[in-house]
């Protein structure tokens, strides 16, 4: 098969405009499949955190990589990807969680992360409508929020200037482990090396991937500036969004730009429906009132669903499958896709090319799978 | 018709009859702008029956409330253009 | 007074024509039922303010008639989402209500539909009936000059209304042709109610310039609306105006029929002989149904009330009537259809979504409403597109997708049911 592309990327979402455009900017000829909208899939629904987090010493190299991209790359992001330098704050409600601010900070601190333990007065004083009594908290300074789907617009007009090309409205069937794809009107686009970039939807063309959909809400305010200050997490979040097992809620909420208010957090599996799921909801917004009581009074103008494309162990899964090294993997991002996009772009381009990466890429190969989380034939 | 309510718009006492929407009221203070949008340009009411949101003001502290489909109330303190 | 919790057989959402009638119906039968309107009294956008001012007889009566039903009004009540079959979430200004029904008859009205223009955006420039329900909460329009444009039978009535409080109606300028706003009048021969009434307003409209193939391309002003700039194909003049009254006839407000999964045929809601939409025990009657009227909505209304209360012979028995109307109904949306010139009022840089202020031009470069929505943030504001939504339908030839609760903008408390 002649191949008239260095490399197809399948699926337009912020992940896929990312390797695109380090695709395309190491010289690669580079062509960008998507079905739907640009940024139209887990990237529309999604928050659009720039953070660094620290489940692992894998994840933390990751997002930390990934943030110093985000912030190398502001003077040139247009205004309307909102990059805000908010920063976060991890809200702890009491000793416990304490505890685990000083474990944060003590993990930060000597990798270079910009961290300031504040006590319950000066969480109180750089957050007034964060409910009284609460123990303290850690602000992460350098933590941002972006908006996603025109990050990944951004992104791939980038690609599109170092001359790859993107081909909308079109279904990709199967990936072929010979350099290709099959697209849903039977016609074939050959390339030396295919990535399937498609998120939660990933497993429906490389079959046996390790990727599950996890459902979130988030219910999105009207303006109501200064009401926050800095995205703001709770250290619950720790017992409850990361338990695997069932439904759970935590409290996260986002300044926007705008002025308006982004409210999560929810987890579900199992939950293919796109609708939204009026109890969990509940538990959600009930979660989020605990901590900021005058949220109730904001007007809410509209709530969504989506779904974050989940691994086993929490990582994403970027690199060549174990059966055919001409299908590659950008997917698996869970809820930190925003944040990891552009190390994943990097990291993916890197060993494309052979060159050194800048973090080890270990972790995330999907070599780390049993089978290499793949089947194709 | 002798009954009068007397609500506040920006400050400005004004007296109007019952039934009377705050929309009205904040009119009848010689006000025509009821908010800014978010380049800064004035808006008005549109629809008048509460789906275009364009007549959004401030009543009694509580912000982005339908000044077309709130009656007025004794007492009421209304801010525009927030 | 309501309760954060209350059960109906019988849950009419809308208190306008339709809504009224609906419950009218199925409450004379001894069904309990509740009307739930958004509005502090009934009677919806086109009777506003007809419970304590007596001038449209027929909307008095309904009303009394409704009074005198045993139904329930729940008044200042937003319908804000359907959680899971058989209940309604609503926003009260004291806090949620949930609502549980049995059988669900929806009769939320139509908005007006707006285009944009370089100008509509400023203070003084409103929907014809959006000024008329204004007026009726007490608006001060007495010696004020209004210029009433658009189109549809609608801008008659509000000339008539505004007048008879003390406005100068400058002008009213129907983009329709002459030739089709005529035979629709002479089509209304055949309802001798609707004729009576039309002449009544003609008689009192005397001396008011009444031109159609009008229509604005420009409202002039800086803070505030002072002039419109009017065209007719070949000139083009300008009005001096304090109000400027604009809307080009009706759209469905189908947003809870769509949440509630009901099917729609050419963005109105389906129904059945008896007002039955695709979902089981949701009804759907009046405006949503297609633009039909005062008269069309109080039929198909009852329609829908008698056979949610189960006297299907008395629904049937009003088939005929409702027949007539649709007639009147198809006819009136030829007579009105809007022009190809409306489609390209707006420069690239005239606002599209007032709630975002994103311009036409970036609208319009996009390849569909989602896009639109994703790249620009048109339509993502606090009106949830009702008002860029419907007129990029017109304009672009987009469709909407689905909604998503709020239905309407609601407190964040009270997306969470009962107890605040």
């Known amino acids: 098969m002649s191949s008239s592309y260095d490399i197809i990327i399948v699926g337009a979402g912020i992940v896929g405009a990312a390797c695109a455009m380090e695709c395309a900017r190491s010289g690669l000829r580079t062509l960008v499949l998507e079905r739907g909208h640009i940024g139209?899939?887990?990237?529309?629904?999604?928050?659009?955190?720039?953070?660094?987090?620290?489940?692992?010493?894998?994840q933390f190299a990751l997002t930390n990589y990934s943030r110093g991209l985000w912030l190398a790359l502001r003077p040139q992001l247009p205004a309307d990807v909102e990059f805000d330098l908010c920063g976060t704050l991890w809200v702890a409600a009491d000793h416990e969680e304490m505890a685990e601010v000083y474990r944060k900070q003590g993990f930060y601190e000597p990798r270079g992360v910009h961290v300031e333990v504040?006590?319950?007065?000066?969480?109180?004083?750089?957050?007034?409508?964060?409910?009284?009594?609460?123990?303290?908290?850690?602000?992460?300074?350098?933590?941002?929020?972006?908006?996603?789907?025109?990050?990944?617009?951004?992104?791939?007009?980038?690609?599109?200037?170092?001359?790859?090309?993107?081909?909308?409205?079109?279904?990709v069937k199967r990936l072929l482990s010979n350099g290709g794809v099959e697209l849903a009107d039977g016609s074939r686009l050959a390339a030396d090396r295919i990535v399937n970039a498609t998120g939660p939807?990933?497993?429906?063309?490389?079959?046996?991937?390790?990727?599950?959909?996890?459902?979130?809400?988030?219910?999105?305010?009207?303006?109501?500036?200064?009401?926050?200050?800095?995205?703001?997490?709770e250290?619950?979040?720790?017992?409850?969004?990361?338990?695997?097992?069932?439904?759970?809620?935590?409290?996260?909420?986002?300044?926007?730009l705008t002025g308006q208010m982004l409210i999560g957090s929810s987890r579900q599996?199992?939950?293919?429906?796109?609708?939204?799921?009026?109890?969990?909801?509940?538990?959600?917004?009930?979660?989020?009132?605990?901590?900021?009581?005058?949220?109730?009074?904001?007007?809410?103008?509209?709530?969504?669903?989506?779904?974050?494309?989940?691994?086993?162990?929490?990582?994403?899964?970027?690199?060549?499958?174990?059966?055919?090294?001409?299908?590659?993997?950008?997917?698996?991002?869970?809820?930190?896709?925003?944040?990891?996009?552009?190390?994943?772009?990097?990291?993916?381009?890197?060993?494309?090319?052979?060159?050194?990466?800048?973090?080890?890429?270990d972790p995330f190969l999907p070599a780390r799978f049993e089978k290499g989380g793949a089947s194709h034939g | 018709m002798a009954e009068r309510v007397q609500l506040r718009v920006n400050g400005k006492s004004v007296e109007v009859t019952p039934g009377t929407v705050v929309a009205a009221a904040i009119a009848m203070a010689g006000e025509s702008k009821f908010r800014r949008s978010v380049s800064g340009m004035p808006r008005g009411p549109?629809?008048?029956?509460?789906?275009?949101?364009?007549?959004?003001?401030?009543?009694?502290?509580?912000?982005?409330?339908?000044?077309?489909?709130?009656?007025?109330?004794p007492g009421m303190e209304v801010l525009t253009d927030d | 007074m309501t309760e954060p919790r209350s059960r109906f057989d019988i849950v009419v959402v809308g208190a306008g024509p339709a809504g009224l009638a609906a419950a009218c119906a199925a409450a004379e039968k001894g069904k309990r039922v509740a009307v739930v309107d958004d509005a502090p009294s009934p009677g919806g956008q086109i009777w506003k303010g007809e419970q304590s001012r007596l001038s449209i007889p027929q909307a008095q009566k309904w009303i009394e008639r409704f009074r005198r039903s045993g139904a329930t009004l729940l008044d200042r009540t937003a319908v804000i989402a359907a959680p899971e079959p058989g209940v309604l979430?609503?926003?009260?200004?004291?806090?949620?209500?949930?609502?549980?029904?049995?059988?669900?008859?929806?009769?939320?009205?139509?908005?007006?539909?707006?285009?944009?223009?370089?100008?509509?955006?400023?203070?003084?420039?409103?929907?014809?009936?959006?000024?008329?329900?204004?007026?009726?909460?007490?608006?001060?329009?007495?010696?004020?000059?209004?210029?009433?444009?658009?189109?549809?039978?609608?801008?008659?009535?509000?000339?008539?209304?505004?007048?008879?409080?003390?406005?100068?109606?400058?002008?009213?300028?129907?983009?329709?042709?002459?030739?089709?706003?005529?035979?629709?009048?002479?089509?209304?021969?055949?309802?001798?109610?609707?004729?009576?009434?039309?002449?009544?307003?003609?008689?009192?409209?005397?001396?008011?310039?009444?031109?159609?193939?009008?229509w604005p391309v420009q409202a002039n002003g800086g803070e505030q609306v002072n002039s419109v700039t009017l065209a007719d194909g070949s000139n083009q003049w300008t009005e001096k105006c304090d109000l400027l009254a604009c809307g080009f006839h009706l759209v469905p407000n189908v947003e809870l029929p769509l949440a509630m999964g009901c099917e729609l045929a050419g963005g109105c809601v389906r129904v059945d002989a008896n007002q039955l939409t695709t979902v089981p025990d949701v009804y759907c009657s009046g405006e949503p149904t297609g633009i039909g009227g005062v008269d069309c909505a109080l039929t198909e209304g009852q329609i829908a009330g008698y056979s949610a209360a189960g006297s299907d012979d008395q629904a049937a028995a009003l088939s005929n009537e409702r027949a007539g109307w649709h007639a009147f109904r198809l006819a009136m949306s030829n007579a009105f259809a809007l022009r190809e010139e409306l489609k390209s009022l707006a420069n690239p840089e005239t606002t599209f979504c007032r709630c975002e202020d994103v311009a036409f031009g970036r609208v319009k470069a996009a390849s569909g409403w989602r896009e639109a929505k994703l790249l620009t943030r048109c339509g993502m504001g606090a009106c949830q597109g009702r008002t860029c939504g419907a007129a990029a339908k017109f304009i672009l030839g987009w469709g909407m997708e689905s909604v998503r609760p709020p239905l309407l903008p609601a407190r964040v408390g009270n997306l969470t049911r009962t107890n605040r």
Request: proline share 6%; with cysteine.
């Open chain 3, 89 to 214: 979430l609503a926003e009260h200004p004291e806090g949620a209500r949930e609502i549980e029904w049995s059988k669900l008859i929806i009769a939320t009205g139509a908005r007006e539909l707006f285009l944009p223009f370089p100008g509509w955006t400023l203070p003084g420039v409103m929907g014809p009936g959006g000024l008329q329900a204004l007026v009726k909460g007490g608006w001060p329009i007495a010696g004020k000059r209004v210029v009433i444009c658009g189109t549809g039978p609608l801008l008659l009535a509000v000339a008539d209304g505004l007048k008879k409080q003390g406005a100068t109606i400058a002008m009213i300028a129907e983009q329709a042709p002459m030739s089709r706003v005529a035979g629709f009048g002479f089509k209304t021969l055949r309802h001798p109610g609707k004729l009576v009434q039309g002449m009544g307003i003609f008689a009192r409209l005397r001396g008011v310039p009444y031109r159609c193939g009008v």
């Open chain 1, 40 to 58: 139209g899939g887990t990237t529309a629904a999604g928050m659009g955190h720039v953070v660094v987090m620290d489940d692992s010493e894998a």
């Open chain 2, 46 to 73: 549109l629809c008048g029956m509460g789906l275009c949101m364009e007549c959004r003001v401030t009543i009694n502290g509580l912000s982005q409330c339908r000044s077309c489909q709130t009656l007025c109330e």
């Open chain 1, 201 to 233: 939807w990933s497993p429906e063309l490389t079959p046996g991937l390790p990727v599950r959909k996890r459902k979130g809400h988030l219910v999105i305010t009207d303006r109501a500036p200064g009401f926050v200050h800095h995205q703001i997490v």
């Open chain 1, 118 to 171: 504040l006590d319950a007065e000066a969480v109180a004083r750089v957050e007034p409508n964060l409910r009284a009594g609460l123990a303290g908290g850690l602000r992460v300074r350098d933590d941002a929020v972006v908006y996603p789907p025109c990050a990944a617009r951004f992104f791939l007009e980038q690609a599109m200037q170092y001359g790859a090309e993107l081909r909308q409205a079109v279904t």
């Open chain 1, 269 to 361: 599996f199992d939950a293919e429906d796109g609708g939204v799921d009026h109890a969990i909801l509940d538990r959600m917004l009930r979660r989020a009132f605990e901590y900021l009581p005058g949220l109730k009074d904001l007007s809410a103008i509209r709530t969504w669903t989506g779904h974050r494309a989940a691994t086993p162990d929490k990582l994403p899964v970027i690199g060549p499958t174990v059966v055919s090294d001409r299908i590659w993997l950008a997917t698996g991002h869970e809820g930190l896709g925003i944040t990891t996009s552009l190390g994943t772009g990097r990291l993916l381009a890197d060993l494309l090319l052979g060159r050194p990466t800048a973090i080890p890429s």
């Open chain 1, 235 to 256: 250290l619950g979040y720790l017992k409850s969004a990361h338990s695997m097992g069932q439904d759970s809620v935590a409290f996260n909420i986002q300044p926007r």
